[in-house]
Each structure stands twice: as C-alpha cells, then as structure tokens.
C-alpha cells in the first residue's frame, strides 16, 4: 500500500485545512487507518484514526471538537477536517495504515506511511 497525504499549507489561527490521504497499490477496505503529526524534537503523536468500518474513531484530547476523521473506502481515502486551528497544531501530518489488528494511536502498528505534509498555523 502506497499512502499520499496532501492538503496541508499555512493558515491564521482560526482556519481550516482539509488533509487528504490516497492510497494506491491495495484496496484500504480492511485497513485501520490513522493521521499522526510530529514537530522537531518531539515525539510523534496519534491525532486521530479510524477502524476500517468507520465505527469507531480515535481523538487526541487536544483536537477533540475541533478535527473529524473520516473515510471513503470507495475512494480508497481518508481525510482529516481541521478546524479551530491553533499555532500549536503546526507538524508535519502523516497518515498512516494497517491491515492488521492496531490500538489506534499506537504508532508503531502501522505498517505502512504517507510521507507527510506540513501544517503551519499562523498567530
């Protein structure tokens, strides 16, 4: 599975963004899927994922009403709204996919990765 991510940029605080992540190479149907973000020196941490059905979601508890993860397996995507942006969602967004059984915001049980997109959120 190949995962494209795109749809980051530079945005005010307050703004909206849309990533995207296209997958190619394999049908994502059965695949549990998720978008991390990282910043220089941190660590890389789980902002959300989704089951492979849809049912059920992972949040972080800093964009819990703020973003919404969702997927269209028909077009073998995944999305992340972004909402409420904050400076301190600036990262590089990664999406991320496995077709195995994951704790959803565990990293390393993703097998496969986008090669990210940068998010910078202006003051």
């Known amino acids: 599975v190949q995962l494209q991510a795109s749809g980051g940029g530079l945005v005010q605080a307050g703004g909206s963004l849309r990533l995207s992540c296209a997958a190619s190479?394999?049908?994502?149907?059965?695949?549990?899927m998720g978008w991390f973000r990282q910043v220089p020196g941190k660590q890389r941490e789980c902002v959300a994922a989704i089951g492979w059905s849809g049912s059920l979601t992972y949040y972080a508890d800093s964009v819990k009403g703020r973003f919404t993860i969702s997927r269209d397996n028909a077009k073998n995507t995944m999305y992340l709204q972004m909402n409420s942006l904050k400076p301190e969602d600036t990262a590089v967004y990664y999406c991320a996919a496995s077709p195995r059984t994951v704790v959803l915001n565990r990293d390393r049980d993703y097998d496969y990765w986008g090669q990210g997109t940068q998010v910078t959120v202006s003051s």
């Open positions: 190479g394999r049908a994502i149907s059965r695949h549990h």
